[in-house]
């Protein structure tokens, strides 16, 4: 896959090197083409990159900077929130982030600050911990003001000066956890079905995905299915009919995909792979399926 440059306004990063498995794709196809102005996408790459890598020395040189690696979820947030305050100024009629006031800040966090409308549904004030996000980014921008080449608040100029996101808002600070302790009569069971999961049947499941990686690994070996496996398919069906094998199915998340076709086949809920290893094949073709 080939790397995104600067330059480019759509950076596709889900080959990122040591991605964090709970990283979705969505997550890592930035789109900067989503800001109006031109001149605000390069404001927006360099502050996401300098959120990424902090220690990069153009950064270093910014003395207000955050200091701390921010994730690519992190960073892809920060992006979304920058988008939608830039584009809200482009509607203003704002095109120099110079011309930014603190007016036109609290000007756009009211109307952030309410849910979006929903048919017969009253609109509801948002909690401050998601408003102080929106605050937070505003207030990135003068952080980075030695590094931005394209455009910046006016020199001196950050909003609600003085003031912490939290202060802003009215977020209160929580240090203690908020989610209630689970009952005992609830936990003590709990813990024990983990503990016997992982005693128990956990040997046993590493035994058997072991089998099936080595069981699909020499699947690709073999040959495809063809006219001439036909016998012995047949023989295989009429001994499993004979010892009153069920047919191999698919696995439970395959089954909710074919569950929400509107004409499954009938064979829909085969696992025609591992029916045709049984014979020495890659595949068993639903097509020939039907012929047999």
Not at 103 to 132: H, I
Not at 190 to 215: I, Q
Request: proline share 8%.
């Amino acid at each position: 896959m080939e790397r995104p440059r600067f330059e480019q306004d759509r950076w596709i990063l889900t080959g990122l090197v040591k991605r964090h498995r709970s990283n979705i794709d969505c997550e890592l196809e930035w789109d900067f083409g989503e800001i109006l102005n031109p001149a605000w996408r390069v404001v927006t790459k360099e502050i996401v990159l300098a959120l990424l890598a902090p220690r990069h020395e153009p950064v270093l040189a910014c003395p207000l900077a955050v200091r701390g690696v921010r994730s690519p979820r992190t960073a892809n947030r920060t992006r979304m929130q920058l988008t939608a305050w830039f584009n809200w100024l482009t509607s203003r009629g704002i095109s120099t982030l110079e011309d930014v006031t603190q007016e036109l800040c609290e000007q756009y966090l009211e109307e952030r600050s309410w849910s979006v409308p929903e048919a017969g549904k009253a609109r509801r004030r948002l909690d401050p911990e998601t408003l102080s996000e929106i605050v937070r980014t505003m207030k990135l921008v003068p952080l980075y003001g030695e590094l931005l080449s394209t455009d910046g608040y006016r020199p001196g100029f950050t909003p609600w000066q003085g003031k912490t996101a939290a202060a802003v808002v009215g977020a209160k600070s929580v240090r203690t956890n908020r989610v209630p302790p689970v009952p005992e009569h609830i936990l003590q069971p709990l813990l024990a079905t983990c503990l016997y999961l992982v005693n128990e049947v956990g040997p046993h499941l590493a035994d058997l995905l072991e089998e099936l990686r080595a069981d699909v690994a020499a699947a690709d070996e073999l040959p495809r299915f063809t006219v001439e496996h036909l016998p012995a398919m047949q023989n295989l069906l009429m001994e499993m009919q004979a010892a009153k094998e069920p047919l191999p199915a698919i696995c439970a998340q395959k089954m909710v995909a074919v569950a929400g076709q509107t004409d499954p086949s009938p064979f829909a809920h085969l696992a025609a792979n591992r029916l045709g290893r049984r014979i020495g094949v890659m595949e068993l073709s639903r097509s020939w399926a039907f012929r047999t």
